[in-house]
Each structure stands twice: as structure tokens, then as C-alpha cells.
């Protein structure tokens, strides 16, 4: 914290607790009484049942966060891989070739989810890539969404590489694809472990989009989580959504995990 005097500080902290506490932790802790409360009574929920949580932990809620595991599980690791790979050839292209391929990637964020979704229903509704109905189609549209993100890091991680462990490889006989697996990608697994995290964190919450194409099999949890506020059941849906963020938090905190064990080797 770039403040010196103690006055200062403490201005700066209560600056902070004033816009944090209002924007950010209050709406969180009040869907989190909500996921406990039996009513609505003036500005917060009141009551406490865990009832809710019975309904949020089984039979079509509990199906519908397995999709979304699945869904952003898939979502990450395709996206890690795509923009790896286009984050590793942009390198090799030099500057020109690098912005186009940075503009082609920021594209979909550049645009509302939901005109994503409407492309990817388009795109993938006649054969031969007939996906629309599938649950292919939803992880498509996830792994569009997020491997920008996954793009963005690997290429900003590869600008802070140190070229002389690859100089150093070759100089000693290794073949180039030798010196990506053994040399380049494990440098590279603090920064691929953070773009997996934040692209399954992501593709956990994507609703605009999902809304659009998901069959009625292969329903993930946020879209639950709207139709439970929309017929009114809002502290269920509070309860759905709890468990959202709790089981997204723990994979997180996995994929910490293991950045912090990569950065360590």
C-alpha cells in the first residue's frame, strides 16, 4: 500500500470496507441468510430452515451441478488447449501475426454472451456439424466464451519467459518438441493452472448463452437457479446458488493447489 502515514491508511482501509462491504460481501452474505430463511421480512431474510438445502443437494439439482462440472470441466481443458497452442504459434509469428490472432480470440468478448450463443446455434444447427440438441453444443459455447482468458494468460506468461532455458536446451542437442514438453509447458504450469481456474470459474456462472442452447438433459445449475427465482422459489434458488459457489470455491482452491506446487518445482 503505497501510503505512508497511519491517518492515511486507516482512511484508505475504511474507504475500502465502505465500497467493498456494500458492492461485494453484503449481497453475497444476504443470498447466503437467504438459503437458510422460512421468509422476507423488511430489508433482510429472517427465519432459519435448512430445508432448502435438501432440495439444493439432490435428485434435479444435484444432476444439474454435475452438468455443470462436466460442462466447465470440458469447457477448460478445450480452451486451455486452444489457446496454448494459439498463444505458442502467435509467438512464432512475430508482432503482426500475434494482434490478429489476440483480436480473432478477444472476438467473443467483444460481443454480448447471448449473441455467442445465437452464432454457435446457428453455426452448429446442419449437418455435418449437427451438435444442436447435444450437450456438445452447450461446451462448445462455453469453450468459445472462455479461451480468451486461457489465450490472454499463456501469452502474457510466454512475454515473461526467460528465452535462455530454451537457448540452453537446444544448445545441448534437444529437439524443439522436446524443449516445448520438457522445458517450455512445465515453466509454463503456474500460468496454465490460473487460465484452468479461471476459465472453469467462468464457464460455472455462463447463463446468457447456456440459456439459448441447452437440451433438456443437460441442464446446468445456473440455468436452475433462474428458473427457481422466476417461479418465485427464490430461497431455494438462494440455496442452488450457495452450493454454486461453494463447489466452484473447491475447485478453485484445488487448482490453487497446484499452482502453488508448480511454482515451487
Request: with cysteine.
Given at each position: 500500500m503505497l501510503v505512508h502515514s497511519r491517518g492515511a491508511k486507516?482512511?484508505?482501509?475504511?474507504?475500502?470496507?465502505?465500497?467493498?462491504?456494500?458492492?461485494?460481501?453484503?449481497?453475497?452474505?444476504?443470498?447466503?441468510?437467504?438459503?437458510f430463511a422460512t421468509n422476507w421480512s423488511s430489508v433482510l431474510p429472517s427465519g432459519f430452515t435448512t430445508e432448502h438445502y435438501s432440495a439444493a443437494t439432490r435428485g434435479e439439482a444435484l444432476?444439474?451441478?454435475?452438468?455443470?462440472?462436466?460442462?466447465?470441466?470440458?469447457?477448460?481443458?478445450l480452451a486451455l488447449a486452444t489457446g496454448t497452442w494459439a498463444a505458442l504459434t502467435a509467438q512464432a509469428l512475430g508482432r503482426r501475426g500475434r494482434r490478429v490472432l489476440d483480436a480473432l480470440f478477444v472476438l467473443p468478448l467483444a460481443v454480448p454472451s447471448v449473441v455467442v450463443g445465437l452464432a454457435v446455434l446457428v453455426a452448429f444447427s446442419q449437418p455435418p456439424m449437427l451438435l444442436n440438441g447435444t450437450r456438445?453444443?452447450?461446451i462448445v459455447a462455453h469453450t468459445v466464451l472462455v479461451t480468451a482468458f486461457a489465450h490472454q494468460s499463456v501469452s502474457a506468461a510466454l512475454t515473461r519467459l526467460d528465452p535462455a532455458y530454451e537457448q540452453a536446451a537446444a544448445s545441448l542437442g534437444a529437439r524443439p518438441s522436446y524443449v516445448l514438453w520438457r522445458v517450455k509447458l512445465p515453466l509454463?504450469?503456474?500460468s496454465l493452472s490460473a487460465a484452468?481456474?479461471?476459465?472453469?470459474?467462468?464457464?460455472?456462472?455462463?447463463?446468457?448463452?447456456?440459456?439459448?442452447?441447452?437440451?433438456?438433459?443437460?441442464?446446468?445449475?445456473?440455468?436452475?437457479?433462474y428458473a427457481a427465482t422466476d417461479r418465485g422459489a427464490l430461497f431455494t434458488g438462494s440455496a442452488v446458488a450457495v452450493v454454486l459457489m461453494t463447489a466452484t470455491?473447491?475447485?478453485?482452491?484445488?487448482?490453487s493447489r497446484v499452482r502453488t506446487k508448480a511454482s515451487y518445482r
Amino acid at each position: 500500500m503505497l501510503v505512508h502515514s497511519r491517518g492515511a491508511k486507516w482512511a484508505v482501509w475504511a474507504l475500502f470496507l465502505l465500497l467493498f462491504l456494500p458492492l461485494f460481501a453484503l449481497p453475497l452474505l444476504v443470498i447466503l441468510g437467504a438459503s437458510f430463511a422460512t421468509n422476507w421480512s423488511s430489508v433482510l431474510p429472517s427465519g432459519f430452515t435448512t430445508e432448502h438445502y435438501s432440495a439444493a443437494t439432490r435428485g434435479e439439482a444435484l444432476q444439474a451441478l454435475t452438468t455443470s462440472l462436466l460442462t466447465a470441466a470440458g469447457a477448460s481443458l478445450l480452451a486451455l488447449a486452444t489457446g496454448t497452442w494459439a498463444a505458442l504459434t502467435a509467438q512464432a509469428l512475430g508482432r503482426r501475426g500475434r494482434r490478429v490472432l489476440d483480436a480473432l480470440f478477444v472476438l467473443p468478448l467483444a460481443v454480448p454472451s447471448v449473441v455467442v450463443g445465437l452464432a454457435v446455434l446457428v453455426a452448429f444447427s446442419q449437418p455435418p456439424m449437427l451438435l444442436n440438441g447435444t450437450r456438445w453444443i452447450v461446451i462448445v459455447a462455453h469453450t468459445v466464451l472462455v479461451t480468451a482468458f486461457a489465450h490472454q494468460s499463456v501469452s502474457a506468461a510466454l512475454t515473461r519467459l526467460d528465452p535462455a532455458y530454451e537457448q540452453a536446451a537446444a544448445s545441448l542437442g534437444a529437439r524443439p518438441s522436446y524443449v516445448l514438453w520438457r522445458v517450455k509447458l512445465p515453466l509454463l504450469l503456474p500460468s496454465l493452472s490460473a487460465a484452468a481456474g479461471l476459465c472453469f470459474a467462468l464457464s460455472m456462472g455462463e447463463l446468457s448463452a447456456t440459456m439459448m442452447l441447452y437440451p433438456p438433459d443437460w441442464t446446468p445449475l445456473p440455468v436452475l437457479i433462474y428458473a427457481a427465482t422466476d417461479r418465485g422459489a427464490l430461497f431455494t434458488g438462494s440455496a442452488v446458488a450457495v452450493v454454486l459457489m461453494t463447489a466452484t470455491l473447491l475447485v478453485l482452491f484445488a487448482v490453487s493447489r497446484v499452482r502453488t506446487k508448480a511454482s515451487y518445482r
